[in-house]
């Protein structure tokens, strides 16, 4: 049997970690290859094809080192065909959702898309004829059904079904199935209070700008809550309503708090500047990027920085400005998709490098700051207010939050947050800190 021991969290609900192998009869696993997010058993052999993670790419192998597949976003579900020829999987391109599409790879490389722009897809199996792949899909919102396409790109309906499923496995005229209920809010801890305020609005919040002062939290909603084409919100923390601002996903919120920066919910992104009061909104010109879900305003409010990936390329940081112009890239490749967070006199922004610890990338050209105080897991939380410390959050049951000195490197421990009810949590965090916290 194939386990996946030292598990982490890495992309969305992927766990990244070591595949080993365990006889059946037990044993002590025999650990095969380190940074490995999915496997499948090749039919009838002692062979495994790997979901490889390298310098911030996905890899699908088969045999171990030899790439049929590598993608910037993220890989799942690898499957052997019955009679191992190919290789379904699961291809999402954006490293922070689950949206996607159903392709197949045979053993030269070749690959072929043959169902995609789905909003969630987790979950595929052959059917054991190997005339078709069942999987898991929804167009809009986060309510799957069960579809089947067959390798030439035939799709159909197999069956419609209550909550979000998710399929495992086919075996007969039988399918392993789970029924997840999941889904995501935001909690704040204000100064004062002893318990946490809720700012949970739909069914699945993500947060994307928390203003300086504390007040005005940018988020949007990408469930079922949040329409076909996702919806931005801005709310204050005080609990007061939330003030839809339009559709989409948010990127973040201008220094002056005037204008918030938003993508469209489906690749090629488009960024749009939408006016937080009266206004129009005005698109940014197009740079043809996949999907990116984190960026932050520099603090003179022309320009922004935000993750992104092309075709065949790993995540790279870009700049560009709101004014117009195409965006630069400032990075290397293999940057892991997370927030990122700008130093106050704009200089650099703190994202989450190739190491899966935080490094500091220059706003302009110039090498990356290693901060050798970052531990994996680590993800950057923000500044304090004079620009020498960098906050960065740990996620788990419980979300910790340290402070790294950027001249001595010394990390230091400033809360544990915890929420309420932890039944059924699978992810306490990460955070953002305000820079008075």
Known sequence: MAILVEPKLSR?????????????????????????????????????????????????????????????????????SPDGSRIA?????????????????????????????????QGLAWAPSGREIFFTAARQGIQREIFAVTPSGKLRLVRTMQGTPALFDIAGSSALVTEDDYRA?????????????????????SDRTLSSDGTQLLFDESGEGGGANASVYLRGTDGAAALRLGDGIGVALSPDGAWALTQTSTPPVQFV????RAGQSRPLSPDNFGSTLYGVFLPDGKHVVFEASTPGHGSRLYSKAVD????????????????????????????????????????VEGPAVTLAASQVGDVPAG?????????????????????IDIASGRRTHVR????GDAAGVTAFGPARVTPGR
């Not at 192998?21 to 009838?44: F, H, I, N, Y």
């Not at 500047?273 to 937080?276: I, R």
């Open 89 to 121: 999987f699961i291809d999402h391109e954006a490293g922070g959702g689950d949206s996607g599409a159903v392709s197949i790879v045979d053993r030269a490389g070749k690959k072929t898309i043959l169902a995609e722009g789905w909003a969630t897809v």
């Open 185 to 205: 809010g935001i909690l704040a801890f204000l100064p004062g209070q002893d318990t946490p305020r809720d700012l949970s609005w739909f069914d699945w919040q």
């Open 324 to 363: 117009g112009g195409a965006a630069k890239a400032i990075s290397g490749e293999g940057l892991n998709q997370s927030r990122i967070f700008a130093s106050p006199d704009g200089r650099y922004v703190a994202a989450i490098g190739p190491d899966l610890k935080v490094d500091l990338y220059p706003t």
């Open 273 to 276: 500047l939408v006016p937080v």
């Open 416 to 419: 544990d947050l915890i929420g």
């Open 383 to 403: 500044w304090t207010a004079d620009g020498k410390g960098l906050y960065v959050s740990q996620s788990g049951t419980s979300c910790r939050v340290d402070v």
């Open 12 to 80: 969305f609900t992927q766990a990244l970690g070591t595949v080993a192998r365990v006889p059946l009869s037990g044993g002590v696993p025999k650990e095969v290859l380190q940074d490995v997010t999915g496997a499948d058993w090749v039919p009838g052999g002692s062979e495994l094809a790997v979901v490889h993670r390298v310098s911030g790419k996905d890899r699908l192998e088969f045999p171990i080192g030899k790439v049929l597949y590598e993608t910037g976003g993220w890989i799942q579900n690898p499957r052997f």
